[in-house]
């Protein structure tokens, strides 16, 4: 999953653009990937500025002026965690709950990219993220709805835009999907 999600960010962010996640700090695996300065590649590395609020701040938060500063350029991109990961004290997310904080997100930027982590949230509802506003969705295929575990893999679904910019950034540009 975590190389999966960071795959995406990779072809969904430029050096200069921010990330926000507005479920708070995600995961530590994801979290090393983004913010860690080892030499590794990290989208902080890359010039990637990344920031985060807890999703119940985000819902509360009323004051336009801090919403608009929060999700306008440099941000780019939103991030979205589905589950509740490994907090014990979070919530997992419904499609309902990531509906409205997508309207409240569009509300001061129709144009940012909207980014769901969809891991451990596959088919438990009937319909996904992408269906009320998500532009990406991606999740691992290492567990799955079976229960069983497969060696490897992971998904990404989205709009032609985003898969487009994706799949240069796993293969290579001009590339893309063919490859």
């Not at 990290?42 to 819902?59: A, R």
């Not at 769901?116 to 991606?138: H, K, M, S, T, W």
Request: include cysteine.
């Amino acid at each position: 999953g975590t190389h999966t999600i960071f795959s995406c960010f990779r072809g969904l962010l430029r050096p200069g653009d921010r990330l926000i996640s507005i479920t708070g700090k995600p995961y530590d695996t994801l979290f090393h990937a983004i913010e860690t300065e080892r030499g590794g590649g990290s989208l902080q590395e890359w010039g990637i500025s990344f920031d985060s609020i807890e999703q119940d701040d985000f819902i509360l938060l009323e004051d336009k002026n801090k919403l608009k500063k929060l999700l306008s350029e440099p941000t780019s991109v939103i991030y979205i965690q589905r589950s509740k990961g490994y907090n014990p004290y979070r919530s997992s997310l419904t499609v309902e709950n990531i509906g409205k904080l997508i309207k409240k997100v569009r509300r001061f930027n129709p144009e940012v990219t909207i980014f769901v982590d969809n891991c451990y949230g596959e088919f438990v509802e009937r319909q996904e993220p992408l269906e009320i506003g998500a532009d990406v969705i991606a999740g691992s295929l290492i567990k799955n709805v079976g229960g069983g575990l497969a060696p490897t893999g992971g998904y990404i679904v989205g709009n032609k835009k985003c898969i487009e910019k994706i799949s240069n950034a796993i293969s290579a540009p001009g590339l893309g999907k063919e490859l």
